[in-house]
């Protein structure tokens, strides 16, 4: 199995335009602005899709987070990457709807990138190992467990922007 760590990414500029090539380890260590996709996966009932982050991540392992995605590769476009990530991570296939642009954080972005929907009732196939656990809660309900449990603060500012309409 390759070592993510390994996987070649493109940093970019704050236009988002690329400026060089280097591993995803580099990246992560120097906290260098790279391109993302991130989907809100609803059921046809509206509740969000959340799920629990293997303990193998290069970034906040265990944590809970509202959003699949993650990196693009090396030339991908962000339509292509959140596909592969949502048949990465959750084996499904579908057409999500480009939502809005996003940047995290806001004041020194270090992930630039497109946030999608999808609305998909599964099931699904942590088939990559990058997901523990996962399921379907209605929005009202999620507010408890942000408190008390380790959510990933990146996926919580796309929920937040998404319910104040994007």
């Excluded at 988002?16 to 995803?24: D, K, N, P």
Aim: charged residues 30%; glycine residues 10%.
């Amino acid at each position: 199995m390759k070592n993510p760590g390994d996987e070649l990414v493109e940093v970019v500029d704050d236009l988002g335009r690329v400026v060089a090539i280097v591993t995803r380890r580099e990246m992560r260590q120097r906290r260098l602005p790279h391109r993302c996709t991130w989907a809100l996966v609803f059921n046809s009932h509206g509740e969000l899709f959340i799920h629990q982050r293997s303990a193998t991540k290069d970034l906040l392992p265990l944590h809970w987070d509202v959003t699949v995605g993650g990196v693009l590769a090396v030339g991908e476009d962000f339509e292509a990457g959140v596909r592969r990530e949502l048949l990465e991570e959750l084996g499904i296939r579908g057409d999500p709807e480009a939502l809005f642009p996003f940047r995290f954080p806001e004041e020194r972005p270090y992930a630039l990138g497109m946030v999608y929907r999808l609305i998909h009732d599964g099931p699904f196939a942590f088939r990559d190992g990058e997901i523990v656990q996962g399921e379907f809660v209605a929005l009202p309900d999620l507010a408890n467990r942000i408190t008390s449990m380790p959510f990933c603060e990146e996926g919580l500012a796309i929920l937040r922007r998404y319910q104040s309409g994007g």
